[in-house]
């Protein structure tokens, strides 16, 4: 098992950075905020899960993943609430802005326009890939959340852009 999954942990109102790696699906590499550390982690036939963490100490306990990145973790009679958050789900909410029945949409991480599949004027529905932008070896199609006019594409294919770059404008539909 290859496991490599980034998440912000919520607690509160902190938010801290952390990652998951494993590329053998024992040997688990955390990162949480600045620390690092390496962990064994085992699945044990009644649905726990073990962690040794370098001290020797082992952790013994479940998760249940819940609606909205929330999880419930067991350790002992111990229970623990975490919410996580997918920080591509939290950009892509935020990429896009409204205004009236305008709507703009900007790249919340940096990357390089691939393709540009709309232009100005265009009529688009909802869920139309408006251009595809390549960021961390990834190609990410960014689609538009209602129909309407495309009024102005602000970008490229092949053009590099960083965070917070403005890249189409779209008249939306009246709502009926």
């Known amino acids: 098992m290859n496991l490599h999954r980034r998440f912000v942990w919520r607690r509160g109102g902190d938010h801290v ?26 699945r044990l036939g009644d649905g726990r899960s073990s962690v040794i963490l370098p001290s020797g100490r082992q952790l013994t306990g479940r998760a249940i993943a819940r609606s909205g990145g929330h999880v419930e973790t067991w350790v002992g009679a111990r229970r623990i609430h975490i919410d996580l958050a997918d920080p591509l789900q939290d950009l892509a909410a935020e990429s896009k802005r409204s205004s009236g029945g305008a709507q703009e949409i900007y790249a919340q991480i940096p990357g390089r ?27 990410n199609e960014i689609r538009a959340d209602c129909s309407g006019r495309v009024t102005k594409v602000e970008c490229s294919a092949g053009q590099t852009v960083e965070t917070g770059a403005l890249l189409v404008r779209v008249e939306a539909d009246p709502v009926s």
């Open 17 to 42: 950075d952390a990652s998951v790696e494993s590329p053998d699906g024992r040997r688990v590499t955390v990162r949480f905020g600045g620390e690092v550390t390496v962990v064994d982690f085992a």
């Open 113 to 139: 326009v691939v393709e540009v599949r709309v232009a100005d004027g265009d009529r688009i529905d909802a869920g139309t890939t408006l251009l595809v932008l390549e960021a961390m070896k990834m190609q």
